[in-house]
């Protein structure tokens, strides 16, 4: 049974940063993409950033420059840095394993529970 277990998120000023991770169990990320989205109130989940099995990146217009996505294969756990954060950032941010669609489409084999990430101004 594959779990992926989301933390670090919080309470965090606009202009600071946050540093998510995500550990997976049951399944080796090392061949997968793992990506993060989010959720906002009110509105549809959203791609941020995806990570491939060659460390290659891909990230969303609001994410580039601001956030980074990375991967331990040893600790089986992806994560994602966030810098500069925003208002608009606030959202429930979920870790996910294995699109079975577009990278940044959410349509992904294995969903986190997701962690809130508050930013105040």
């Known amino acids: 049974q594959v779990q992926l277990v989301e933390s670090g998120g919080g309470l965090v000023q606009a202009g600071g940063s946050l540093s998510l991770s995500c550990a997976a169990s049951g399944r080796t990320i090392s061949s997968y993409i793992m990506a993060w989205f989010r959720q906002a109130p009110g509105k549809e989940r959203e791609f941020v950033a995806a990570?491939?099995?060659?460390?290659?990146?891909y990230y969303s217009a609001s994410a580039m420059g601001r956030f980074i996505i990375s991967r331990d294969n040893a600790q089986n756990t992806v994560y994602l840095q966030m810098d500069s954060l925003k208002r608009e950032d606030t959202a429930i941010y979920y870790c996910?394993?294995?699109?079975?669609?577009?990278?940044?489409?959410?349509?992904?084999?294995?969903w986190g529970q997701g962690t809130q990430v508050t930013v105040s101004s």
């Open positions: 990570v491939n099995w060659s460390d290659y990146a």
């Open positions: 996910a394993l294995g699109p079975q669609g577009p990278i940044r489409s959410p349509s992904y084999e294995y």
